[in-house]
């Protein structure tokens, strides 16, 4: 599996180019911003987006899609609870002081033990309210790795204090959902460090026994 983590826009968010390297085809996820570098990284593993997947409608995350879509037709899929959030773009670009990213079109809501593939790569898609009301998270069983959103950090976890965030859900979306996934498995998180689950398992402070 082609995966590049290219950190984009002023928050750095971490913007996942997944390709299967025998048929080129490819997802990303979280394209929130420098969508001519994420470009650049296409052409230069020669794919061609199928999928665009957003893991939750920050503007840190999605900032980036409908441009991308105009660039590579690939639909945008996210789950529909958060298209609230996704009318308040302009709101959201206030409060971290960007240019409003205009309009972005969903194409296809996903939840739940959704698909999503490229190829010969297969994502599952995992429920984790709490970041915001409908938070999702990409887990990739053969590879074992998940793109995390802002769910899980190394050492910490999303904040819940926005518009439709929840301590208490994404308490409960790491521990019966993100703990659930085996040890080995590589966490890459909407920003900063990748780390793994066993990793977090031990030491992240949010996620000791309750
Ligand atoms: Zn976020």
Same mark, same amino acid.
């Given at each position: 599996m082609i995966h590049e983590i290219l950190p984009v826009g002023p928050l750095q968010c971490n913007c996942s180019v997944i390709g299967d390297e025998s048929t080129r085809e490819a997802i990303v996820i979280?394209?929130?911003?420098n969508i001519a570098q994420i470009l650049g990284l296409i052409n230069k593993h020669q794919l061609q987006v199928k999928q665009i997947v957003i893991t939750h409608a920050h503007i840190d995350h999605v900032g980036g899609a409908a441009k991308l879509r105009a660039a590579t037709g690939a639909p945008i899929l996210l789950n529909q609870n958060d298209y609230a959030l996704l009318k308040m773009l302009d709101v959201q670009a206030a409060w971290i002081g960007v240019p409003t990213p205009g309009k972005v079109e969903i194409d296809r809501s996903i939840g739940q033990a959704d698909r999503i593939s490229a190829g010969q790569i297969e994502g599952q898609v995992i429920h984790t309210p709490g970041h915001t009301e409908e938070s999702v998270c990409v887990y990739f069983p053969l590879e074992k790795k998940l793109i995390a959103g802002d769910t899980l950090f190394a050492g910490s976890i999303g904040r819940t +204090?926005?518009?439709?965030?929840?301590f208490d859900k994404i308490i409960d979306s790491l521990h019966t959902?993100?703990?659930?996934?085996? +040890?080995e498995t590589a966490v890459v998180p909407g920003h900063g460090p990748v780390t793994t689950i066993g990793e977090e398992r031990e030491s992240n402070p949010f996620l000791k026994k309750l």
């Open positions: 979280d394209p929130g911003d +204090d926005l518009p439709g965030g929840s959902k993100l703990l659930a996934l085996p +040890d």
